[in-house]
């Protein structure tokens, strides 16, 4: 996009965002923090670089590399179970003490702590903003929406969203029921991106790499200094911030187009949100 130019090496994006069963299994094996753990430095892009991954941009202009998972924050984990309670969610949360109803849809109420420990865990990583952005709007075609130019109306066919005044149109023209707003992952097939992945707008916001704001979107963030929106990217990632970026709106939403960012603490859970990951090409 022209106010976020950036240049974005190959890699996969997952054609769905995490559901309840795949998030099953991932605290199955963490299981209470007795099991499995993030290795120190995992979650890298690590086909970028020579193993260093993306390219860490800072406001003072100094590029260093991606961290990786940092240890200190295994205690972060698992919180999801304390959280994903409607009085710490906000609302009735997708996710179940055993096998039920919502399986196929979105895991919600998740930080971006066990999003990213997900990812690593299957195998990937947490897509960084330019990333998932390139995915959303086609890349060089720059579309308005995922799937194109169609405005998405309120049939649930290419999106799940709702008004501004919350009231959901999944299902079509109900007001929200939580959980039931939340549609099974890939639901609006028609909203298929150029690539293959739903969801990309509508249903749960997705967690990025990145903390909110990065330099190269400060346009889109309001920052005192626009002029570092003519800083390129080429696969960067921006961590200069606590606050964390989400995108592609949510069940709740009026209609999102690709470039809204929202940000919020890394520790921070709503019944709007989830995330998907991304691979190595």
Known sequence: MLSAPSKVSAFRLDKYEVTVARFREYLAAWNGGTGWLPPAGSGKHVHLNGGQGLAEL????????EPGWNPRDNGQLGLFLEHSQADKCGAAPTWTSSIGANEQR?????????????????????????EWSYAAAGGSEEREYPWGTTPPGSSNQYEIIGDDQMNCYYPKLAPCMFP?????????????????????LGNVAEWML????????????????????????????????????????SFVDSY?????????????????????????P
């Open 180 to 200: 039931g707003s939340m549609a099974p992952a890939g639901t609006a097939y028609l909203g298929a991106g150029r690539w293959g992945q739903v969801d990309l």
């Open 210 to 249: 990145d903390s909110a704001g990065a330099v190269f979107r400060v346009q889109e963030t309001n920052s005192a200094d626009p002029s570092l929106s003519d800083l390129p990217c080429a696969d960067c990632v921006y961590q200069g911030n606590p606050g964390r970026a989400l995108r592609g709106g």
């Open 58 to 65: 800072n406001l003072d202009g100094t590029t260093a590399f």
């Open 106 to 130: 979105p895991i919600n109420c998740v930080d971006w702590y066990d999003a990213y420990a997900f990812c690593i865990w299957d195998g990937g990583f947490l897509p960084s903003d330019a």
């Open 256 to 280: 999102q187009y690709v470039p809204i960012q929202a940000a919020d603490a890394a520790s921070s859970v709503n019944y709007d949100r989830g995330f998907r990951c991304a691979r190595s």
